[in-house]
């Protein structure tokens, strides 16, 4: 199996800055992608920020400029560097593996805790 571990999230003063980090551990054959994705209350579970393990990455609108997705393939980790942040960018933050782990035939999506970000007015 695959586990993914977040961390970093916390309570900011809008204009902050954060940074998620997130490691993943386990019986890992092959990562495909891995993201940030998150959720504020009474909404849906939107994408922030996707990176292939090539590099590419793609970003939500509302974050492009301020954030930033990274990627340590030796170690499994992805990171989420997070500027100029708003208000309406609280919610609690997923890590997102896209993957296969050893002994499946098939990726499968992995997930995360979550960590909360805050972010006071």
């Known amino acids: 199996q695959v586990q993914l571990v977040e961390s970093g999230g916390g309570l900011v003063q809008a204009g902050g800055s954060l940074r998620l980090s997130c490691a993943a551990s386990g019986s890992i054959f092959r990562i495909n992608n891995m993201g940030w994705y998150r959720q504020a209350p009474g909404n849906q579970r939107e994408l922030v920020a996707g990176i292939t393990w090539a590099g590419k990455t793609n970003y939500a609108d509302s974050v492009k400029g301020r954030f930033a997705i990274s990627r340590d393939n030796a170690k499994n980790t992805v990171y989420l560097q997070m500027i100029s942040l708003k208000p309406e960018d609280t919610a609690v933050y997923y890590c997102?593996?896209?993957?296969?782990?050893?002994?499946?035939?098939?990726?499968?999506?992995?997930w995360g805790q979550g960590t909360q970000v805050t972010v006071s007015s």
């Open positions: 997102n593996l896209e993957g296969r782990a050893s002994g499946d035939l098939w990726s499968k999506s992995y």
